[in-house]
Every structure is written in structure tokens, then in C-alpha cells.
């Protein structure tokens, strides 16, 4: 397997497993679809913020009912201190039942006895154990993605949405359906979907697949995005200028954010379009301890996060929220400071990708974000 996007070994069926999934009910409903596409519509306008967040990959292991809620309960524990800090009501968006397959860029890692070892690419592809046999991506994993998102989904509280990556034809495919009410096509494996930095070429398939939806959709801008790709992600996923329609996740780190972000925000003002725009504060600033684990400095998250809302705002646009990973537990996956990185110990490490915030370093965020967003 090579690449950013996972493929299935030659001797596994996954055409079985897509089968299967397109006889499986619709995960979410059109009308929450909808509904959500309303309330990010506000957003756009100014009138209400998002936060977004979960898991940068969730685990077949950590799919309880339990951990749903608690999930769910910091979302909205989140948004409350938005709408707190801002005025603002707060859609809570998680990262959350299907955030199961993971773009990575390099097809190999070493393993522990040094040999390369296929990476972790999601539980919907392979396991995390580091072993040949688990990193062996298998398309039936498929099906317990389903099954394990619809529990996820039942567990969830009304007030939560739920989203994530777009990735895995094979998965997203066999849930896009046809709402025979409004004769729109929706996916339905979650209420928002987005195309990852990786997987957004204006005319890849993740793109496509998007375009071919209605629901509400999202893009990850990052570095090396250039202004004629941005017009053309807004032609192909935003052809009308729905408010509600398109949200821009900004991803560029805390070096690049106020010199990258001013010519994209000229580039969407000049397209008519009035998309939700995000700060995901977390794929920009990742960097490595001395033991190669990665790691990332809230210092300089905060620090991107005030440079979104100064350029968004220098360009007539509202901030509209916070795209982060975190997760509910008090882990240590995170540091406060770049002084940290080196040498830091990160004994409570149990992200299966990329690292969290734990509640109060998530906290630290959202108050970085309050102080540069007015009233
Ligand atoms: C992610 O959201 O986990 C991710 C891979 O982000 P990006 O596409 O921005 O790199
Ligand atoms: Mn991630």
C-alpha cells in the first residue's frame, strides 16, 4: 500500500463489503443534515461560532456509550463558554462517529525491531498494534465502522453534530443516498464531511464526492494552497454561495497564519462566496520529542489561533470558531510551552495519531479565540 490514501490488498474484496453498505439504513438523517446547513448559515453571517473537535482518530475500542456522552458533554461544556465569552450561540460539531481513516504521508514507519512496518491508517483500514498482521489493511473493518458509528450516533446528545474526513471511497460511497423528498443526494455517514489538506486537489475524488453532495461541507486550507485552487474548491463545492454550504478550515501553523491566510480571504471575499471559516490551530504546529513522539505547544496554537482572527477579521470576516483535537480525559498529549518539547515526559499518551488537548489546555484555546473575536 502506497500513498496518501489507503488501498485494499489485492487479495481482499472490498466491492463485498461496499455491497453490504449499500444495503445498510442512512447514518444520519437529511433533515439534521439540514439543520446543521441552517445553523452554519448563522455562522457565516456573524451570529453564532463553532467549536468542532474530537479524536484525530477515534477507536473501535473507545466506541462506548459512555464515552460518547462525555465526548459530547465537553463539546457543549465548550460551547457554553463561548457563547459565554462571545455572546455568540454555539454549534458544537464533534469529530465523531466515522473518524476512522486517516491520509498519511509516508506509506511505511519504522516498526520495533527497526524493520518498515506499514503506518496506521485509521480502524476502518488496519489496527494500531505494530504488526504486520494488524497493519494489513482489511475491508471488512468497514462494516464495524458502520455498525460502531451508528451506536456512537445513538449515544450522542441532540445538540451535538457529527462529522469528520471524508476519506475512504469504499465507506462514503454506498452512503450517499438519494432524499427522494427534496431530490438532493446526501452523505450519510455524517452531518458535515470535509476533505483533508492531503486529499484537496480541486479535481480529486474527495473533492468530487463532496461537490456531489448536499450536505454541509468543509475543506482544510493549508500551506502551499494557492489562490487559483481556492477559486476553483469554491466554484466546484460552493457553485451558488449557499451561507451554510462551505466552511474553510485554516490549518497553516502559527509561523505561516498572517502571511499565508490575507491572499486566500481576499480570494474567497472576491468570489461572492460566505463560507464559515475555522481555525484548526493543531496540523500546523506539530513538531517531535527527543524519543520521536509527536507533540504539539499550546503557546503556539493560541498564538495561530490570534493570528486567524486578526486576518479574518483586517478582511470584514467573522472568525466563525475552533476546529481542535482534544479528547475529555486529563491527557498529556499536549505541552504549554516550546521549552517543553524536547524533554517532555507525556506520560498520559493515548492518542492512536495525532495529540490532544486535554479540557484545560482546549480551555486555554478557546480563550485565546474570545480575546481576539469582539462582542
Ligand atoms: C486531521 O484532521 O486529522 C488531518 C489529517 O488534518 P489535515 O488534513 O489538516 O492534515
Ligand atoms: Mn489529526
Not at 9 to 35: F, H, K, N
Not at 134 to 162: E, H, I, K, Q
Not at 312 to 325: I, M, N, T, V, Y
Amino acid at each position: 500500500m502506497t500513498g496518501t490514501v489507503p488501498t485494499w490488498p489485492a487479495t481482499s474484496d472490498p466491492d463485498a463489503v461496499v455491497a453490504l453498505l449499500e444495503q445498510r439504513a442512512p447514518l444520519v438523517g437529511y433533515e439534521r443534515c439540514r439543520a446543521l446547513h441552517d445553523e452554519l448559515a448563522e455562522v457565516a453571517e456573524g451570529r453564532a461560532v463553532v467549536v468542532q473537535g474530537g479524536d484525530c482518530a477515534e477507536m473501535f475500542t473507545d466506541m462506548s456509550a459512555a464515552s460518547t456522552r462525555r465526548k459530547a458533554e465537553q463539546l457543549i461544556a465548550l460551547g457554553a463558554a463561548l457563547t459565554a465569552s462571545t455572546g455568540r450561540r454555539a454549534v458544537h460539531i464533534g469529530r465523531i462517529a466515522g473518524q476512522f481513516a486517516k491520509p498519511r504521508s509516508h506509506a511505511t514507519e519504522p516498526g520495533p525491531d527497526g524493520e518498515p512496518l506499514p503506518v496506521y491508517r485509521g480502524d476502518a483500514v488496519n489496527a494500531l498494534t505494530p504488526t504486520i498482521e494488524s497493519r494489513t489493511a482489511d475491508p471488512w473493518r468497514m462494516l464495524t465502522a458502520y455498525d460502531l458509528a451508528a451506536d456512537v450516533l445513538a449515544a450522542l446528545p441532540g445538540d451535538v453534530y457529527a462529522s469528520h474526513e471524508m476519506l475512504l471511497a469504499d465507506y462514503e460511497q454506498p452512503l450517499i443516498r438519494h432524499d427522494a423528498a427534496t431530490g438532493a443526494r446526501y452523505g450519510t455517514s455524517g452531518h458535515l464531511l470535509w476533505a483533508g489538506h492531503r486529499t484537496r486537489d480541486p479535481y480529486g475524488p474527495q473533492i468530487s464526492m463532496l461537490a456531489g453532495i448536499a450536505n454541509p461541507v468543509a475543506v482544510k486550507l493549508g500551506p502551499g494552497l494557492t489562490p487559483a485552487d481556492l477559486a476553483v474548491l469554491i466554484d466546484r463545492l460552493d457553485p451558488a454561495r449557499t451561507p451554510g454550504r462551505l466552511t474553510l478550515i485554516a490549518r497553516f501553523g502559527a509561523d505561516d497564519i498572517r502571511r499565508k491566510l490575507p491572499a486566500l480571504a481576499e480570494t474567497v471575499r472576491r468570489s461572492g462566496a460566505r463560507p464559515v471559516w475555522l481555525s484548526d490551530p493543531m496540523h500546523g504546529n506539530t513538531v517531535r520529542t527527543r524519543d520521536g513522539r509527536k507533540t504539539r505547544v499550546v503557546d503556539d496554537m493560541a498564538d495561530e489561533v490570534t493570528g486567524f482572527a486578526e486576518v479574518l477579521l483586517a478582511a470584514g470576516s467573522h472568525p466563525g470558531g475552533l476546529h481542535l483535537e482534544l479528547s475529555p480525559d486529563d491527557v498529556t498529549e499536549c505541552v504549554a510551552t516550546r521549552a517543553e518539547v524536547a524533554t517532555a515526559a507525556l506520560p498520559r499518551y493515548r492518542t492512536a495519531c495525532d495529540p490532544r488537548l486535554n479540557p484545560a489546555q482546549a480551555r486555554t484555546l478557546l480563550s485565546a479565540y474570545a480575546a481576539a473575536v469582539p462582542d
